[in-house]
């Protein structure tokens, strides 16, 4: 059995602790029509006043890119900033609102890299996922010639990758990875074994980021549900996030 599991008591109800404390949301997935987040402006700007509602101030929005699947670049991703920064302004929503990419770790993001064509954001953060089935071979070699190049790379949604345990967390760790975990980890939208994970990087204090990764309405309504949980309320008292430096 997977030591992650655990038997689980009823999850504790605390008071309400909204997004303001985290100020900034640095994934989602709200550009319409360029991959699996929202499907159109209409729905784009409904997300992104969800988001307000809940206490977000600024938001970087992080479009898949992942050759062969979503090919998208800094062109389409501006575009598509752009016209839903109008269409934000134009319904007096109060929210910054930025874009950077969620790169899918492939040879593709590596030599966007070689290009300094990344789309990195604040202090040269680049978000990046790995695939769901195993970890790279290249892993850390990849990683370290990012460093070498100058980029802070945060690792999206660490405690989905069913293939890393404790000891790998630690490694991945002292080699200078930001991890960055999904709020909706916290409620077992995903599956226990993802809560589980969660749970243990929080109380590791290895949790740099906390974001979203907001794709559609039905993940917007489960949101409020963080808020009163107590791992959210113990991101901020056994990690230091970074989310409002940014």
């Known amino acids: 059995m997977n030591s992650f599991f655990?038997?689980?008591?009823?999850?504790?109800?605390?008071p309400?602790?909204?997004?303001?404390?985290?100020?900034?949301?640095?994934h989602s997935h709200l550009i319409p029509n360029i991959d699996d987040g929202a499907n159109s402006l209409r729905d784009s700007?409904?997300?992104?006043?969800?988001?307000?509602d809940l206490g977000f101030n600024k938001i970087i929005t992080t479009p898949?890119?992942?050759?062969?699947?979503?090919?998208?670049?800094?062109?389409i991703i501006n575009s598509g900033l752009n016209q839903l920064r109008k269409e934000i302004s134009n319904k007096?929503?109060?929210?910054?609102?930025?874009?950077?990419?969620?790169?899918y770790f492939d040879f593709h993001f590596f030599e966007l890299a070689?290009?300094?064509e990344l789309m990195s954001f604040n202090n040269n953060f680049i978000l990046f996922e790995l695939s769901f089935?195993?970890?790279p071979l290249n892993l850390y070699d990849v990683v370290f010639e990012l460093q070498v190049m100058g980029y802070n790379v945060i690792l999206a949604h660490p405690e989905r990758y069913s293939f890393f345990n404790k000891e790998d967390y630690k490694k991945l760790k002292s080699k200078?990875?930001?991890?960055?975990?999904?709020?909706?980890?916290l409620i077992g939208y995903y599956n226990e074994e993802v809560q589980k994970k969660s749970e243990y990087l929080i109380d590791s204090g290895m949790v740099d980021f906390a974001g979203t990764d907001l794709h559609n309405y039905v993940q917007l309504e489960l949101y409020n549900k963080v808020q009163t949980t107590k791992y959210y309320h113990a991101l901020f008292e056994k990690n230091n996030l970074l989310n409002n430096t940014l």
């Open 6 to 14: 655990r038997f689980r008591k009823k999850t504790q109800k605390l």
């Open 16 to 26: 309400v602790l909204d997004f303001s404390k985290l100020n900034c949301d640095l």
């Open 45 to 52: 700007v409904s997300l992104v006043k969800g988001l307000a």
């Open 64 to 75: 898949h890119i992942m050759s062969g699947v979503y090919n998208n670049n800094a062109d």
């Open 92 to 103: 007096k929503i109060d929210i910054e609102i930025q874009a950077s990419a969620e790169y």
């Open 114 to 116: 070689k290009k300094r």
């Open 133 to 135: 089935l195993d970890s």
């Open 176 to 185: 200078n990875i930001f991890f960055q975990i999904n709020l909706l980890s």
